[in-house]
């Protein structure tokens, strides 16, 4: 069903209506001034709503099959394109959506006269280039030399930790994810949230099941063909690549399966930046939030301990190459 502006008591009506005979007992019937009621509640309804009782499919029996009653017709009427997995009110929302910056993206472009330095100069210069093939095809992975140099000049797993806080800043991000969402537990506030990440596959399973043992396969063959398109040979694109897996491996071993996240007490772990330091004494909060000019004051989420403990774990003791090869990568 698409979202509903009915009056609530009309809605309710609907479905006490549709439920009535969900009863094994002998069904009550409404008093003839409660059904006028309801008639009249529905009547004095809107014109302009969006809800409409003929979307509700009566030949289905709300009591056996409440969802068919209510979404049998527009599932019928909204099949899932062939390029979609699902499809539901809010995806045609999304592409609806989508489909709206296409246009202000491809006037902008169009624009040529549009001021120097202004929004629709950028957005429009910024469409132009990402549509410009030919350009992209003949710069190759020359746009990614200053960063490959960078990652290629790491000595230390302090650099790493450099590194990594540099990437953040330039906003990028790597190997967890970070970013402002509301505080758990009190939602007057926003706080900061280190998450879990780093990996490629969906799950940590990927990693380790039989189930997998060709998507893993897959998976590898694709980060050597990825390190060949930066100009890694083929012998040194092969070592590396496994390389990647492994730390990947270690990664996911250390993180919490979808079903463990939906528990909120796996995704909150409120700590200050001293105790968070004290859990990763290789990676400097206080400098990664002062470098991002985050005014951390009270403490942040470092959602998964076990999982950055590991991370802080292998800024210690995994060699700078295999660091180098996943950073590449």
């Known amino acids: 069903m698409k979202p509903t502006s009915l009056k609530p008591l009309a809605i309710a009506a609907g479905i006490a209506i549709a439920?009535?005979?969900c009863t094994k007992e002998p069904a009550v019937e409404a008093t003839p001034a409660a059904q006028e009621a309801a008639k009249q509640t529905v009547a004095e309804a809107p014109k302009h709503v969006a809800f409409d009782i003929g979307e509700l499919d009566s030949s289905i029996n709300a009591c056996a099959d409440f969802n068919g009653y209510v979404n049998a017709k527009w599932v019928a009427a909204n099949p899932i394109p062939g390029d979609k997995t699902r499809w539901g009110a809010f995806d045609e929302l999304r592409e609806k959506s989508l489909e709206t910056q296409h246009r202000i993206v491809e006037q902008a472009a169009a624009k040529k006269d549009a001021a120097a330095g202004s929004i629709e100069q950028k957005i429009g210069a910024l469409y132009r280039s990402g549509m410009d093939e030919a350009a992209i095809e003949q710069l190759g992975h020359q746009p990614l030399s200053a960063e490959i140099a960078k990652i290629d000049a790491l000595k230390s797993g302090k650099d790493v930790a450099e590194y990594l806080k540099d990437s953040f800043t330039r906003g990028q991000g790597t190997l967890f994810s970070f970013g402002a969402e509301a505080d758990f537990k009190n939602s007057s506030?926003?706080?900061?949230?280190?998450?879990?990440?780093?990996?490629?596959?969906?799950?940590?399973?990927?990693?380790?099941?039989?189930?997998?043992?060709?998507?893993?396969?897959?998976?590898?063959?694709?980060i050597e063909r990825v390190l060949t398109l930066i100009g890694t040979d083929e012998a040194s694109a092969r070592k590396q690549a496994a390389t990647v897996f492994a730390f990947e491996k270690s990664l996911a071993a250390a993180s919490l399966a979808p079903v463990e996240l939906r528990n909120p007490e796996n995704q909150y772990h409120f700590v200050t930046v001293a105790e968070a330091n004290r859990i990763t004494p290789h990676f400097d909060w206080a400098a990664f939030f002062s470098a991002q000019d985050a005014d951390v004051t009270d403490g942040f989420s470092l959602s998964q301990p076990t999982f950055f403990a590991e991370v802080d774990r292998m800024l210690a003791k995994t060699p700078v190459a295999d660091w180098q090869a996943y950073l590449r990568y």
């Open 19 to 21: 439920l009535s005979g």
């Open 189 to 222: 506030r926003k706080i900061a949230y280190a998450f879990q990440g780093g990996i490629g596959l969906p799950t940590k399973d990927y990693y380790t099941k039989q189930d997998y043992a060709a998507i893993r396969e897959a998976y590898v063959a694709h």
